[in-house]
């Protein structure tokens, strides 16, 4: 881990005062670096961080990575309640995209971990037509049992993928990437949550209008009215970012 990173704190967990741009550098060395050491980048939003909040030692797990990015918006807007505001949200799906448009160039191989069986080979068939060049090493679905990861790993490994993108879900997904890391021989893990999903057109992302006006959250609650349950998460974490700066 880069002991040399700029973070900053909330509700315990360090997140990179990094613009959207440089995380992509950073994420794009590590893909690209020539150490035998497996580099991990998470992507907590304010559901994320507040897990960790309640779990010691998910947040253990988070402050673990290489890098850390402002997801949610909800994060950015808690960094300017403590007075130290990041420059700029940097969106795990974005710097995903931008990561494989990178890579699509220079020939690292991706292998895409999770979601339903299938859905993973279609997001693959689209990527290698939107990012000419790029090599999908492998896929694997995120329904498996304890006793199917060391095959699981096994796939990964004699895929020769470079990056390998995992779509459990948090808090699962960095709770696999951190167990298996050092039986793994990729260079970089990312946790990016429903990407896949996107990636093989099963879920829409929000129009970029609601992403520019931080609404992406609201699209999402719109489309999909039982996640009202999770969105109820963000008052309750600002309110814990409140409450925790004026005890400090």
Request: net charge positive.
């Amino acid at each position: 881990m880069d002991t040399k990173r700029k973070t900053i704190e909330i509700l315990g967990v360090k997140i990179d005062n990094i613009t959207a741009d440089t995380a992509l550098d950073k994420a794009y060395k590590l893909v690209t670096d020539n150490s035998d050491r497996t580099a991990m980048i998470f992507t907590p939003n304010p559901e994320i961080v507040m897990a960790a909040y309640n779990d010691e030692s998910f947040k253990e797990i988070l402050n673990s990575a290489d890098m850390c990015t402002a997801d949610g918006i909800g994060v950015v807007y808690a960094s300017k309640i403590l007075k130290n505001p990041f420059p700029e949200r940097v969106a795990g799906f974005d710097l995903t995209c931008g990561l494989l448009e990178k890579i699509s160039h220079s020939g690292e191989g991706v292998f895409l971990f999770g979601s339903k069986p299938g859905v993973a080979e279609t997001a693959a068939e689209n990527l290698k037509a939107k990012y000419k060049g790029l090599k999908i090493s492998g896929t694997h679905h995120g329904y498996f049992k304890e006793e199917d990861e060391e095959e699981i790993i096994e796939k990964i490994n004699n895929s020769g993928a470079k990056l390998l993108l995992v779509c459990l879900g948090a808090p699962k997904q960095e709770k696999w990437i951190y167990a298996n890391r050092d039986k793994l021989n990729v260079k970089l893990c990312m946790g990016v949550g429903g990407a896949v999903d996107v990636f093989a057109g099963n879920v829409k992302r929000a129009p970029d209008i609601f992403i520019k006006m931080n609404l992406e959250w609201f699209y999402r609650l719109m489309k999909q009215p039982s996640r009202i349950g999770r969105f109820a998460a963000l008052p309750k974490f600002m309110i814990t970012v409140m409450k925790n700066k004026n005890e400090n």
